[in-house]
């Protein structure tokens, strides 16, 4: 059984709102071809196993994972699918080398959000089908209830959750993936164009397309392959209720589970002290501060007053989003969470150009599968 597992090598490709000279397949050999460069082995020969992270209805097509293995590399080799976020794929790899059956295994998500036309009718489909989906009810509609009850519950202000848009698309500005880079100001983005009372255009992740593969290996590998591993030290996940009677909408205690099964894996006690900063969820603006809550970074209502103060900066205290987020990256579907740990890794490498931090050893990744889900992924990586 390996004790520790490493990422040994990262790929990815796109990241821009419409690729239409690449299909989801280029996107993904591109990303591959990468990572397998990366990390110095060849899928072929080396790579044991292979995990692919997609949503049939995102693909059009199900039983995805038969349409994966050729750019992969993993031809005639195991390759199963997570209907999941990026994250449960970087989790599914891991247990999988953890076994001591696999000693590297590739894990790759990705997102072609804009061959999907009606988008939102699909995400209405993770509705409870009884309760809820007969009410025809918008995914952006709920984020907006959601946020509403949010700001009400903790007293954070709609200025306070402009504040995370004019620094995560300010934070793009130094990343070349980020297709939506931005200086605004919190005028321009609170005078926005609404989208459901009280959240507003800004405020919500736009689409893009892009594809992140990850190669994991165990320790023994991770030594032989290089010098520089990153180590996946915690990682946790939960679900919580499926329909939107039965949930705390102003908490996400679902995170605030999978963050104490990562953090006790890890040994993490105090994880604003503990931690040199955070790529965590902003689908939506309020929920990186909903989000920073549930991670215990800082107590409940508190985050919007981190983010005011400056904390949340790339030179504050505990910098979040340093990439941009979601928000000035871009929202890659069941890709998200991969591309916030792919920021993560090139941190704790010092790879990360212009907007490299210093000194950092120790980073967190949190994802979340989106509206209407109560789902989400904590992870904590170190060098």
Not at 61 to 67: L, V
Not at 70 to 76: R, V, Y
Not at 135 to 141: A, D, G, Q, W
Not at 258 to 276: K, M, S, V
Request: negative net charge; contains cysteine.
């Amino acid at each position: 059984m390996s004790e520790r597992v490493a990422i040994v090598g990262v790929g990815w490709a796109g990241f821009r709102p419409s690729t239409p000279y690449q299909s989801y397949k280029e996107l993904m050999y591109e990303a591959a071809v990468r990572a397998y460069a990366d990390a110095g082995v060849d899928p072929r020969r080396d790579i044991e196993t292979f995990v692919t992270v997609s949503e049939d209805f995102h693909e059009g097509t199900s039983i995805f994972d038969e349409y994966t293995p050729d750019q992969l590399g993993g031809a005639l080799k195991p390759v199963h699918t997570i209907g999941g976020d990026g994250l449960h794929g970087l989790a599914t790899g891991y247990m999988l080398v953890r076994t001591g059956r696999f000693s590297l295994v590739t894990v790759e998500a990705h997102s072609k959000a804009s061959n999907i036309l009606t988008l939102p009718y699909i995400t209405a489909y993770a509705q409870d089908p009884v309760l809820n989906r007969p009410l025809r009810l918008n995914p952006e509609y709920i984020a907006g209830l959601e946020m509403h009850r949010y700001l009400y519950e903790t007293d954070t202000t709609p200025e306070q959750c402009a504040a995370v848009v004019v620094k995560n698309k300010r934070n793009a500005l130094l990343n070349p993936l980020a297709s939506f880079a931005a200086d605004l100001t919190l005028d321009e983005v609170l005078n926005g164009p609404p989208v459901a009372w009280p959240l507003g255009r800004h405020e919500v992740a736009p689409l893009a397309d892009g594809a992140v593969v990850m190669v994991l290996a165990s320790e023994e590998k991770a030594r032989l392959l290089t010098d520089k591993p990153v180590w996946i030290r915690g990682i946790g996940w939960c679900n919580g209720p499926a329909s939107l009677e039965s949930r705390d909408w102003a908490d996400a205690p679902h995170i605030r589970e999978a963050a104490r099964l990562a953090y006790r894996q890890a040994g993490i006690r105090d994880p604003f002290q503990e931690i040199d900063f955070a790529e965590v969820d902003d689908t939506y603006a309020f929920k990186e501060l909903q989000h920073l809550e549930a991670l215990g970074i800082c107590l409940p209502g508190e985050a919007g007053l981190l983010t005011e103060q400056g904390a949340t900066e790339p030179d504050g205290e505990f910098p979040v989003n340093v990439s941009g987020g979601s928000l000035g990256v871009g929202h890659l579907l069941d890709g998200t969470g991969l591309a916030r740990a792919l920021e993560v890794v090139l941190q704790l490498r010092g790879e990360a150009g212009p907007r490299q931090l210093e000194d950092v050893e120790v980073g967190l990744v949190q994802s979340w599968r989106g509206v209407p889900t109560t789902s989400g992924v904590v992870a904590v990586l170190s060098n």
